[in-house]
């Protein structure tokens, strides 16, 4: 058994047009470096430089955010289901 | 309705494409931008896929509860989210409101847009008596602006007196009366 994970409009030029995805993984990291061997790139949307959950995406494990779960540690189980937003986020220039 | 304009866009945006959107909506976004002011307001209209028609609004919480800030509550969006796609829906526009300064996005605004397929709509409420209103395409990082369409409905509303003020000259602002 899989983790299904459901990609937005915009990163889904990297699973070929597909809005539901299947990987595997221990933990969320695991599951991403799992999807990037076959949706190569797409990890380096959801991941900075640094190794942390980039801010312009929201990331939930069933109807968790996972940044309360332990972000990219958050423990997934077969079955889990991931579910991957863009943030919707923004401002008044600073002056 | 009278129309006031403003100066050209600014950053090089180029004109393509409109976002057509009833009248009943846009006065509805407006009167949560003024009842959040002078904090920002954000929301979400969405539509039928593919429709590229704006018809359920979605006034969202700021989770920022800020001035000069914006963010929907990730548990929120979650849950809007999944009921457009039960719906088969889509967010045709996302909305937010600059309260001090104008209705242009921020490089903020460009770094986070994230569905290159929404109209980016932009409320300011700096001025007391009128509300400029702008759309946008943000794709890549490249911002787009584009004429807004007003539908109205003249049967709701054939007297009301209001003033926007829009980014484009008034010749790409098309009035449509639909007469319903």
Known sequence: ?95 | MTVATSPPPIGGARLVGVLSIDRSIIDAIVAHARRDHPDEACGVVAGPVGSDTPTRHIPMDNAARSMTFYEFDSMEQLRVWREMDDRDEEPVVIYHSHTATEAYPSRTDVAFAGEPGAHYLLVSTREPDTEEIRSFRIVDGVVTEEPVRIIVDAAVDPHAVQSYMFGQSPATVDYECSGR
């Open chain 1, 1 to 95: 058994m899989a983790i299904e994970v459901r990609i937005p409009t915009i990163l889904r030029s990297y699973t070929g047009g597909a809005k539901v995805v299947e990987g595997t993984g221990d933990t969320l990291t695991d599951l991403l470096a799992d999807l990037d061997s076959r949706h190569a790139g797409l990890k380096a949307r959801l991941v900075t430089d640094a190794g942390a959950l980039h801010r312009f995406v929201n990331v939930y494990v069933n109807d968790e955010d996972v940044r309360f779960l332990g972000a990219l540690d958050a423990k997934l189980n077969d079955g889990d289901s991931v579910t991957i937003l863009p943030a919707v986020a923004g401002g008044a220039p600073t002056r």
